[in-house]
Nanobody, 124 residues
Framework: QVQLVESGGDSVQAGGSLRLSCKASGVTLNRNDQAWFRQVPGKEREGIAFIDINERTYYGDSVKGRFTISRDNAKNTVILQMNGLKPEDAAMYFC??????????????????WGQGTQVTVSS
């Protein structure tokens, strides 16, 4: 049984930093791709960062230059380092693993496995 468990969400002031982690069990992360998404109430889930099996990374325009996705293979964990946080970054953050072959990474329907999310709040 595959489980993804996010942690690290918190309430911070604008300009601050957070480090989110997604610990996996039942799946070996360095054998597939992962992504981070975020969602606010009433809006669709937004793909913001992607890392592939070769550790190539891609980012959504809204976070490019501020967020960094990485993977710790020894801990089977994918990480999202978030710097320069803005109030508009406030959302529930989800990790996803194992994209369907040929799927577009930023679409939520492209992913087999999801975590339950961790909440990020940013105050101005």
């Amino acid at each position: 049984q595959v489980q993804l468990v996010e942690s690290g969400g918190d309430s911070v002031q604008a300009g601050g930093s957070l480090r989110l982690s997604c610990k996996a069990s039942g799946v070996t992360l360095n054998r597939n791709d992962q992504a981070w998404f975020r969602q606010v109430p009433g809006k669709e889930r937004e793909g913001i960062a992607f890392i592939d099996i070769n550790e190539r990374t891609y980012y959504g325009d809204s976070v490019k230059g501020r967020f960094t996705i990485s993977r710790d293979n020894a801990k089977n964990t994918v990480i999202l380092q978030m710097n320069g946080l803005k109030p508009e970054d406030a959302a529930m953050y989800f990790c996803a693993a194992d994209a369907y072959f040929g799927a577009i990474w930023s679409y939520s329907a492209s992913w087999r496995y999801w975590g339950q999310g961790t909440q990020v709040t940013v105050s101005s």
